[in-house]
């Protein structure tokens, strides 16, 4: 693996510069952070520090996007699956070396960057606006944490950064990111329409009301994290989200997505045609048999905006699998390809998803989110996804009751699959089972957030769909800890927490994990009975 990934340098943001260090837990100087003089600027440190904040939700640096959103969420998320024949110890093969697994904890571009920054933000305004907003974007980036290791620092982190510190249990991050949220929403709300300055805000250009939109959705998306380990408040948190006086987000108009970029262009484009040598297709990454197998089975048009066609004859969109033994890049390389242009946005949630949450709210657990059925919220969510793709055809796609996913057939003739991923039909039906439609649901809701790997693995984890192809027996090196068909439960600790933190990351993983340091162990969460 390349360390000398091209750095993507985002609109007015000097904070996420050039230097770097072994050690950033110990420095005294962050290059992330503004200069006493430029604070002094008028209207930098809003414009440089929430800028700042927004890039460590989805990194805007390529190497840690690659290995956060790509190597990792994509490929268990079963989006994406590596394809560069040299790499022997992935995440796809489940015996990923740790500085493949280290990053959502260790990379100086999240936790040191969003801490420092936040410090920096509270020492120059007290704009309750500004302080919600960052609040919020705190929220979004350590939900991604928690969720790839389970415990983590939290409430003790260092003002800096610092990690050094004890472990909170799972459940007491979610309890934290309730009330933050919920202070959030509080402020937004009573300041929905004021603003602050359009140039500080590349989100939503300075719009309270948006935020609270974002706000409660976020907070709709971590109760449903939760029903399994929590429903009472589950159920409690997610009403109160959908019944707010401001509301979650129903349009696309509200999606939260990143757009300004530096000149190299969206982290994701660069990571995935990393090493593209002339492929029509990309490089180091292609899309996942997983994603394909389901939309081509569905005759889905989206597949056209998602993927580049493949270098297969007769086999437009066709995906490789993944845990497998990584064929030559003459081969490899000829699998569709993620189709992410240089300007595309970083989506960090959408409306589609809103409404899936929604349906799943209603339809699997009863949760009262308004007066809509679960069929028009579910409706609603795969009509939301046509529109931000710009795909037309959508009625004939939701009165689709006789497609199904492909079994899957490898084009090179060493991978297929011989199993039904699902039976599932995209139309709905109101008489099925409670299983069928939370199937059914997750599907459709997983085809809607294509790029977020990690909300994906996270739903598979906790609902158990969608059904996904298991790696090989050759290509599960886990030694037996990982179960092909459950797949990655969650990421190891970083190797140096046990010499830098030894004593707290020890308590962790005795006292909170309820399991071994691996990646088979399940977090708080990941407690459906239905999943064993």
């Known amino acids: 693996m390349k360390t000398n990934i091209l750095k993507i340098a985002v609109a007015i943001i000097v904070l996420a510069g050039t230097a770097c260090t072994e050690n950033y837990l110990n420095i005294n100087t962050h290059p992330y952070e503004p200069s006493e003089e430029d604070m002094q600027t008028d209207g930098y440190i809003l414009g440089s520090t929430l800028t700042s904040l927004a890039g460590t939700v989805v990194s805007t640096d390529v190497n840690t996007a690659q290995f956060t959103d790509v190597l990792l969420g994509g490929t268990v ?302 409706n609603e969510g795969v009509r939301l996804s046509f529109e931000q793709w710009g795909v037309s055809g959508v009625d004939d796609y939701l009165a689709d009751s006789e497609h199904v996913p492909q079994v899957y057939v490898d084009p090179a003739g060493t991978n297929s699959y011989a199993e039904t991923l699902s039976t599932v039909t995209v139309a709905w039906n109101d008489e099925a089972s409670v299983d069928e439609k939370q199937e059914r649901i997750i599907i459709q809701k997983w085809i809607a957030n294509w790029g977020l790997g990690n909300e994906a693995w996270a739903d598979y984890r906790r609902t158990g769909y969608p059904h996904l192809i298991p790696a090989t027996a050759d290509g599960n090196k886990s030694l037996g800890v990982v179960d092909s068909q459950l797949g990655a439960r969650r990421m190891p600790y970083p190797s140096d927490e046990y010499t830098t933190n030894n004593e707290n990351v020890l308590y962790a993983v005795s006292e909170l994990l309820d399991g071994a340091d691996n990646m088979a162990t399940r977090l708080w969460w990941d407690c459906n009975p239905s999943i064993r």
């Open 77 to 378: 998320g079963g989006y994406y699956a590596p394809t560069k024949q040299s790499w022997a110890n992935t995440i796809a093969n489940y015996n990923p070396t740790d500085d493949w697994t280290n990053v959502f904890l260790r990379s100086k571009e999240i936790i040191p960057t969003l801490y420092s920054n936040l410090r920096q933000l509270k020492k120059v305004t007290d704009d309750p606006i500004v302080l919600a907003i960052a609040d919020v974007i705190k929220v979004m980036a350590m939900h991604r944490v928690t969720d790839t290791y389970g415990p983590i620092p939290y409430s003790k982190i260092g003002e800096n950064g610092q990690i050094q510190v004890p472990y909170d249990s799972q459940e007491e991050v979610y309890d934290a990111f309730f009330e933050e949220l919920d202070h959030a929403i509080e402020v937004l709300t009573a300041h929905r329409n004021e603003a602050i300055s359009p140039k500080a805000d590349y989100i939503y250009g300075g719009n309270p009301e948006r935020w609270c939109r974002l706000a409660n959705s976020l907070k709709l998306r971590l109760a449903m994290r939760i029903v399994y380990a929590d429903p009472d408040k589950a159920r409690r948190m997610a009403e109160e989200a959908v019944k707010s006086e401001v509301g979650v987000i129903l349009s696309n108009a509200d999606n939260a997505q990143l757009t300004s970029f530096g000149a190299d262009g969206n982290p994701i484009w660069v990571a995935v045609n990393y090493n593209n040598d002339g492929s029509t297709t990309g490089g180091d990454t292609h899309v996942a048999a997983d994603i394909t197998a389901y939309m081509a089975g569905y005759a889905d048009p989206r597949c056209a905006k998602y993927f580049i066609a493949s270098e297969w004859e007769g086999q437009p969109y066709v995906g490789i699998r993944r845990g497998i033994v990584i064929p030559p890049t003459s081969v490899g390389f000829k699998y569709s390809g993620v189709n992410v242009g240089i300007a595309s946005p970083i989506v960090w949630m959408n409306a589609a998803e809103v409404a899936f949450l929604k349906a799943e709210a209603k339809a699997v657990f009863g949760f009262d989110m308004g007066s809509s059925t679960a069929e028009e919220l579910y």
